[in-house]
C-alpha cells in the first residue's frame, strides 16, 4: 500500500454520530487535508470539521512502515483530548486495503475511552471508516460509519 499516492489531498466527510462520550448525537461534516511530511516515511493530517456541539479541529501525526504494513499515529482533538493508536495494513488481489487503528486508553469527561477504526480503502476517491468506541472497559459499541471523499478540485 502507498500511503504516497493515496492520502495525500484534501477530504470531504458526513458523519451521522450517536450519542456517546465524545458528544451529542448529530452530524458532523468537514474536511480533512493529509500533507507528506517525509515521503514514505511521515504524514499529517488535518480535520476542521462542524457538529451538534460546534466547530473542533484534529491534527494527527502519522508514521508508516511500508514493510512492516504497520501505521501510528498521534491523534490531538481540540475537545479537549488526545491518544496514539497502533494499526496494521491488509490488501486482497483486487487493490482494496484495510486499516485497523485501536487506540490507547484516554480520559476525556471523566471517563476512560478507547477508539477502534476500521478504515476500507476501495477506491482511490473514497474511504470508509467503521468507529467503535469502549468507555470505562465496557464492550465497544458502533459510533458511525462516515464515509472520506477525496475533493479533486481542491488545490
Not at 483486487?94 to 487506540?103: A, D, H, K, L
Not at 471517563?111 to 476517491?125: D, E, G
Not at 468507529?131 to 465496557?138: A, E, L
Amino acid at each position: 500500500f502507498s500511503f504516497d499516492d493515496y492520502f495525500p489531498g484534501t477530504w470531504t466527510f458526513e458523519w451521522d454520530m450517536p450519542e456517546g462520550p465524545l458528544g451529542e448525537s448529530g452530524r458532523v461534516t468537514g474536511t480533512t487535508v493529509y500533507k507528506v511530511v517525509e515521503a514514505g516515511k511521515f504524514y499529517q493530517a488535518d480535520t476542521d470539521a462542524t457538529g451538534p456541539g460546534g466547530a473542533f479541529k484534529v491534527h494527527e501525526l502519522i508514521a508508516y512502515n511500508k514493510d512492516g504494513k504497520a501505521l501510528s499515529r498521534h491523534v490531538t482533538d481540540s475537545r479537549g483530548f488526545s491518544h496514539l493508536q497502533l494499526a496494521t495494513v491488509g490488501g486482497d488481489l483486487g487493490g482494496i486495503y484495510n486499516i485497523f487503528f485501536e487506540s490507547s486508553p484516554f480520559t476525556y469527561n471523566g471517563s476512560t475511552i478507547r477508539i477502534k477504526h476500521a478504515l476500507r480503502l476501495l477506491s482511490p476517491f473514497n474511504y470508509k471508516v467503521a468507529t467503535s468506541v469502549s468507555v470505562n472497559g465496557g464492550p465497544f459499541r458502533n459510533y458511525g460509519n462516515p464515509w472520506w471523499r477525496k475533493d479533486t478540485t481542491a488545490k
